[in-house]
């Protein structure tokens, strides 16, 4: 009997027509397991996972697989963006056996959830070297029946392996210049000058590594951070990599040139790269960061929002090209004939300026959008015709699948990257935008101990709990959305949340953080990554919330605990900058102060408005912001605050020490330039 047509997982729901006998992860299915005395087989994915759907239908969707499966094995399916932790635990055990891990991942274990043999994707028949699904099941089956001994012997290896796995986590100080400077020589030895980002095919954006680059240039003045982010940006902006008529980021270019992508668009890849070019705006005022950041907002709040206002987790790679075949890029790609087509005489402008050519730069003739030209004149009136017809044309196609999974974490980016975007470009629609979603995430994932849960759809909670990523990406949401708006419940839901990272998720004695809470569901090893993989880590994402947050309140316990968690970067920020990208981040706002930036005047008077619009656009890595009416109680930055002589004011303080009040937002803006002072 297959269980799950009542999950809420829509990647689950995909499996629930299977004929396998698939379960959930449960007690349930290893108690099955213990019964039948047989082997789990686990098998972890997502919703748009392009290589899980194709096993999916070579495999899972096959009558005599499944059969066999039925009969050897209790089968388990877990959808990885609702159980993080799960995943984190057997791709750790894959990737120390294998030397490589990806989705699908597929787990043999024992009844007692001790992984024995691992791998990731296995065709329906053996394929360049790998053997075929049937081959691998009947020789698990054959080792489960005849050298049992043996099995478990490598069970159990690999499981003390595991849990010996020390990480060090420096040796109690935070890291200084001297580690950001070595983390900043490193990229620059990865840095790819021609082409931007870092390292060869396949390619993936690398934001919080951005972000890391536009902090360090703010504090210290280095251009040559500020040059990579910049090239970064711009290659990946006129790649195929974003989409060229409807906005939006693809998860990765196949290719090292950012021609082309893995066309599955996730939520957190676009919220977090729409908060990098409006930052690389704020720095630089480039026309193209301003275009690139309210298109990928823009997306967002199109296409990812929800009936209940959150966001949704992703859109497929994979969609129908017309024929009935289910194809990756069919939605986004063009022939010159299909130009020609919706477009006429304007055919072959649109080829040239989008680089569509007739051998195609992806599959069957077809060429992904992208920017080619660097120079030249362009008649913009005519182009954005020309864009606004194939958009058009394109809404005209299948659309691809949507995963309405609503997860807590993704969502606290997207609120972030929106309230911040929404500011700085006089959008309140944006700003709007991410106060309902906030909403949501209070209403829905939150319970009265203010614990959180990890996912909801079509306004149900789910039933897994918040990991810490969920935690701190949603605090620091509320924190982003505290300095926007001014309101005071913004900080206090955000203390709530690091309350529990502080009791639940935080080693006592090292200041080590874990990703799972203390009383979670035990597994194997409970799990333990300080390093950035498609998102911040709930690491260095809980370093950042706490010490904004202390910033905020001067909260000593709050800042303690991100300075101690920052030891960890102090170690890896040297030797492996590219995963700790996040993490270099927050150091650089840990050494700026950061900056504490108080703005009062009367709610809606011009004067008022533009210090805090200023305060909001200053560059100081990390800076907070409070802006209310003077003397407030609103936001403890604002307690004691006066106007001066009558005027709204600004209050800057760094490190116990606060300049001189002022009522002249230029002067603001020196304060705030990020440069030491």
Not at 219 to 242: F, H, K, N, P, W
Not at 474 to 482: I, K, Q, R
Request: with cysteine; hydrophobic share 40%.
């Amino acid at each position: 009997m297959n269980r799950l047509a009542h999950e809420t997982s829509p990647y689950l729901l995909q499996h629930a027509d299977n004929p396998v006998d698939w379960w959930p992860w449960s007690a349930e299915a290893f108690d099955e397991a213990r019964r039948r005395n047989v082997p789990v087989l686990l098998s972890v994915g997502y919703s748009s996972c392009h290589w899980c759907h194709v096993m999916a239908h070579e495999s899972f969707e096959d009558d005599a697989t499944a059969a066999y499966l039925n009969e050897h094995f209790v089968s388990v399916k877990v959808d990885r963006e609702e159980r993080p932790d799960v995943d984190a635990v057997y791709m750790e055990a894959v990737q120390a056996a294998t030397g490589q891990g990806g989705w699908p991942m597929t787990v043999f274990l024992t009844p007692d959830a001790e992984p024995f043999y691992f791998g990731t994707y296995f065709p329906p028949a053996p394929r360049h070297g790998m053997p075929s699904f049937p081959q691998v099941l009947e020789g698990v089956t054959s080792a489960w029946t005849d050298r049992r001994d043996e099995v478990a012997e490598v069970a159990g290896k690999i499981v003390r392996d595991l849990a010996g796995r020390e990480m060090s986590f420096g040796d109690g100080r935070v890291p200084g210049e001297e580690e950001l400077a070595g983390a900043l020589l490193g990229l620059t030895r990865d840095y790819d000058t021609a082409r931007g980002g870092f390292g060869g095919a396949p390619k993936f954006p690398p934001s919080m590594v951005v972000e890391f680059l536009l902090r360090h240039h703010a504090r210290t003045g280095s251009e040559g951070a500020l040059q990579m982010a910049v090239d970064t940006c711009e290659r990946m902006a006129r790649g195929g990599i974003y989409d060229q008529l409807g906005g939006g980021f693809a998860r990765y270019s196949v290719d090292r040139e950012w021609v082309v992508p893995h066309f599955e668009k996730m939520l957190y890849d676009n919220a977090l790269l729409c908060r990098v070019y409006a930052h690389l705006w704020r720095v630089t005022g480039s026309g193209l960061a301003r275009r690139v950041a309210l298109e990928t907002a823009d997306f967002m709040v199109r296409e990812l929002r929800t009936e209940e206002g959150g966001f949704a987790s992703a859109l497929d790679a994979d969609s129908d090209d017309g024929t009935g075949r289910h194809v990756e890029g069919a939605y986004y790609v063009w022939t010159p004939e299909q130009l020609r087509e919706v477009l006429g005489e304007d055919a072959e402008l649109a080829a040239q300026h989008f680089g569509v050519t007739e051998e195609g730069t992806f599959e069957e003739g077809a060429s992904v959008l992208r920017l080619p030209q660097h120079e030249g004149v362009v008649d913009a009136d005519r182009i954005a015709s020309v864009q606004q017809r194939l958009f058009a044309a394109r809404a005209g196609r299948p659309a691809p699948g949507r995963d309405d999974k609503v997860v807590a974490a993704w969502n606290g980016l997207a609120v972030a990257a929106l309230a911040e975007t929404g500011a700085y470009f006089d959008r309140p629609d944006l700003v709007d935008a991410a106060i309902g979603a906030a909403d949501l995430l209070v209403r829905l994932h939150m319970d009265d101990h203010a614990r959180l849960a990890r996912t909801s759809k079509d306004g149900h909670v789910g039933a897994n709990a918040g990991v810490l990523e969920d935690y701190a990406d949603v605090a620091e949401s509320f924190l982003a959305l505290a300095s926007v708006t001014g309101e005071g419940v913004w900080l206090e839901f955000a203390g709530f949340l690091l309350d529990h990272v502080l009791t639940q998720f935080t080693d006592a004695e090292s200041g080590a953080l874990y990703d799972t809470a203390a009383d979670a569901e035990a597994l194997i090893r409970r799990p333990q990554d300080p390093t950035d993989n498609a998102t911040p880590s709930g690491w260095s994402a809980a370093a950042g919330a706490l010490l904004s947050y202390a910033a905020q309140t001067g909260a000593e316990p709050h800042r303690t605990a991100a300075e101690r968690a920052l030891g960890v970067v102090k170690v890896l920020g040297p030797r492996a900058p590219r995963f700790v990208g996040w993490g270099l981040a927050v150091a650089e706002a840990l050494l700026d102060g950061p900056r504490e930036v108080a703005v009062v005047g009367p709610v809606g008077d011009p004067a008022t408005r533009a210090l805090h619009r200023t305060a909001l656009l200053g560059t100081a890595p990390g800076a907070v912001v409070a802006a209310g009416v003077a003397d407030s109680d609103e936001l403890p930055l604002l307690s004691g605050r006066l106007l001066v002589d009558g005027r709204p004011a600004a209050y800057v303080c760094r490190n116990f020490a606060c300049e001189v009040p002022t009522t002249d937002p230029d002067r603001l803006e020196a304060a705030l330039s990020g440069r030491k002072v």
